[in-house]
């Protein structure tokens, strides 16, 4: 079997992947362990971030990349993203306050009219105290208002997903999930393909290709044996509560009111989805909440939203994924995308931190890759 390129990895960055590599003309064949989307990205709480945060410590550079993603996933894909209308109350003396979202509200207009590319989305507004201790229940002591602005939520990952490799014109022959990387085979000290194992016959194929792009995330280190930037050592997971959530906006809400790590809150389908609970798991092979994980997120939910009932909820679901990090230790989350090319020669390796950014991050990679080559838009 031959193929210009094979890919590595069934997630958000191997299929955005495979959609640059057929965008470039080139016909590419993913491989997946398991079912498309079965990691982190089908258990993502799916939020396309637009930046906003990143104002407030003036990184002009990671608030643009990610105004450019979800412009992006609106545009391309608007039938599977939807603006999200987001809340975060606000307290008195917190740096999370009026006056600090006023500037950044300020600060991205003047960069929109500067820059362009601005979305489809209301700006930034704050809303009276009163008002959002009416709407929803939280803590009211020190309460001074709240930020109101728009992100974009993707409703369905997968069948967001799915339709990324339609796009890409993946199908029978050219899309192999549930099959597993055997070896990397190498001729003259370079990589010309994969031996790929068919999970349910058990039948070993020899793909050749130009070349190899590992975008397997969490597992990047165990099939090429070699360091894939920073270790994937995060436990992440999202809840999905029997409780009917009382609006319509995300909510952003933390232990104290005011400080520390927001969690979110929205509504989904009549239910509360609630994300995300993170914690170190060095060395850790698949994503494997314990019991007492779910205990210590339910329990911080409830004191982040006293009265709403959610540690007498039952939990109907817990979407959990494997996330990289700064040095291998799991407590902190790397806020960088990684990219090692030719290592070993003709492996191409990308390690993506974040759902929003993932299909830039593809797209630069096929323009480094494939610097001749002129990016066209695929036919619906």
């Given at each position: 079997?031959?193929?210009?390129?094979?890919?590595?990895?069934?997630?958000?960055?191997?299929?955005?992947?495979?959609?640059?590599?057929?965008?470039?003309?080139?016909?590419?064949?993913?491989?997946?362990?398991?079912?498309?989307?079965?990691?982190?990205?089908?258990?993502?709480?799916?939020?396309?971030?637009?930046?906003?945060?990143?104002?407030?410590?003036?990184?002009?550079?990671?608030?643009?990349?990610?105004?450019?993603?979800?412009?992006?996933?609106?545009?391309?894909?608007?039938?599977?993203?939807?603006?999200?209308?987001?809340?975060?109350?606000?307290?008195?003396?917190?740096?999370?306050?009026?006056?600090?979202?006023?500037?950044?509200?300020?600060?991205?207009?003047?960069?929109?009219?500067?820059?362009?590319?601005?979305?489809?989305?209301?700006?930034?507004?704050?809303?009276?105290?009163?008002?959002?201790?009416?709407?929803?229940?939280?803590?009211?002591?020190?309460?001074?208002?709240?930020?109101?602005?728009?992100?974009?939520?993707?409703?369905?990952?997968?069948?967001?997903?799915?339709?990324?490799?339609?796009?890409?014109?993946?199908?029978?022959?050219?899309?192999?999930?549930?099959?597993?990387?055997?070896?990397?085979?190498?001729?003259?000290?370079?990589?010309?393909?994969?031996?790929?194992?068919?999970?349910?016959?058990?039948?070993?194929?020899?793909?050749?290709?130009?070349?190899?792009?590992?975008?397997?995330?969490?597992?990047?280190?165990?099939?090429?044996?070699?360091?894939?930037?920073?270790?994937?050592?995060?436990?992440?997971?999202?809840?999905?509560?029997?409780?009917?959530?009382?609006?319509?906006?995300?909510?952003?809400?933390?232990?104290?009111?005011?400080?520390?790590?927001?969690?979110?809150?929205?509504p989904s389908a009549g239910k509360t989805y609630a994300g995300t609970y993170y914690r170190p798991a060095p060395n850790a092979r698949e994503p494997a909440p314990l019991e007492q994980?779910?205990?210590?997120?339910?329990?911080?939910?409830?004191?982040?939203?006293?009265?709403?009932?959610?540690?007498?909820?039952?939990?109907?679901?817990?979407?959990?994924?494997?996330?990289?990090?700064?040095?291998?230790?799991?407590?902190?989350?790397?806020?960088?995308?990684?990219?090692?090319?030719?290592?070993?020669?003709?492996?191409?390796?990308?390690?993506?931190?974040?759902?929003?950014?993932?299909?830039?991050?593809?797209?630069?990679?096929?323009?480094?890759?494939?610097?001749?080559?002129?990016?066209?838009?695929?036919?619906?």
């Amino acid at each position: 079997m031959r193929a210009d390129v094979v890919i590595v990895g069934g997630g958000v960055q191997g299929i955005t992947m495979a959609l640059a590599a057929a965008r470039k003309g080139l016909k590419p064949v993913l491989v997946e362990r398991n079912q498309l989307a079965a990691g982190a990205s089908g258990n993502s709480y799916g939020i396309i971030h637009g930046g906003l945060r990143y104002l407030q410590t003036l990184d002009l550079a990671r608030w643009r990349r990610s105004r450019r993603a979800q412009c992006w996933y609106l545009e391309n894909y608007p039938q599977f993203v939807k603006p999200l209308s987001c809340i975060m109350p606000l307290y008195r003396g917190c740096f999370r306050s009026p006056i600090a979202f006023q500037a950044a509200g300020t600060l991205e207009a003047i960069l929109f009219k500067m820059l362009g590319d601005e979305p489809d989305l209301p700006r930034l507004s704050l809303i009276p105290a009163d008002e959002i201790a009416v709407r929803y229940p939280v803590p009211t002591a020190d309460l001074v208002g709240a930020a109101h602005w728009y992100d974009a939520a993707v409703t369905d990952v997968r069948r967001l997903l799915a339709a990324v490799t339609d796009e890409a014109g993946l199908g029978a022959g050219s899309l192999l999930s549930n099959s597993e990387i055997i070896r990397i085979e190498m001729r003259d000290g370079r990589a010309v393909g994969v031996w790929v194992k068919d999970g349910p016959s058990g039948n070993e194929t020899l793909i050749e290709a130009d070349m190899v792009i590992n975008c397997t995330g969490s597992w990047s280190n165990q099939w090429t044996g070699r360091p894939a930037g920073p270790t994937t050592a995060t436990l992440a997971f999202n809840l999905l509560f029997d409780l009917p959530f009382p609006g319509d906006s995300a909510l952003a809400v933390s232990e104290q009111p005011g400080r520390g790590r927001s969690f979110f809150l929205r509504p989904s389908a009549g239910k509360t989805y609630a994300g995300t609970y993170y914690r170190p798991a060095p060395n850790a092979r698949e994503p494997a909440p314990l019991e007492q994980d779910i205990r210590e997120f339910v329990a911080a939910l409830d004191h982040a939203l006293p009265g709403f009932g959610l540690a007498k909820a039952k939990v109907l679901a817990v979407m959990s994924g494997l996330l990289p990090d700064m040095d291998g230790s799991g407590r902190k989350l790397s806020p960088h995308d990684h990219v090692r090319i030719d290592d070993p020669p003709g492996v191409h390796t990308i390690v993506g931190g974040k759902l929003t950014s993932a299909p830039l991050l593809s797209f630069e990679v096929a323009d480094r890759l494939w610097p001749q080559r002129s990016a066209k838009r695929l036919a619906a």
